[in-house]
């Protein structure tokens, strides 16, 4: 079973920096993305940063400039680098890939737990 684990969030004031970690538990036979999403109180989980499989990039415009996101292939793990960060990301940062497990099976959507991200003075 897939498992992704989540790691790095906190509470931290405005313009400070936060890096977050995903782990998954096994590699995968390929991936379509691999990326991560955020969920603030009352809204949808939308996305904040995803690596694709050309290896092409995108990010939330209310990001772009502030946080990196990328791949550590001898670790397995996926990271998301924040700076600068304002009040307006605290939220609940899920790591999600989508990917498939073995030759021949569809590519599924497999999600972490969550870490919640809390910017506040």
């Known amino acids: 079973q897939v498992q992704l684990v989540e790691s790095g969030g906190g509470l931290v004031q405005p313009g400070g920096s936060l890096r977050l970690s995903c782990a998954a538990s096994?590699?995968?036979?390929?991936?379509?993305?691999i990326g991560w999403y955020r969920q603030a109180p009352g809204k949808q989980r939308d996305l904040v940063a995803a690596?694709?499989?050309?290896?092409?990039?995108n990010y939330d415009d209310s990001v772009k400039g502030r946080f990196t996101v990328s791949i550590d292939n001898a670790k397995n793990t996926l990271t998301l680098q924040m700076n600068f960060l304002k009040p307006e990301d605290t939220a609940v940062y899920y790591c999600?890939?989508?990917?498939?497990?073995?030759?021949?099976?569809?590519?599924?959507?497999?999600w972490g737990q969550g870490t919640q991200v809390i910017v506040s003075s």
């Open positions: 999600n890939v989508r990917a498939s497990v073995r030759f021949g099976v569809r590519a599924s959507d497999y």
């Open positions: 096994q590699r995968f036979f390929s991936i379509d993305s």
């Open positions: 690596i694709h499989s050309g290896g092409s990039t």
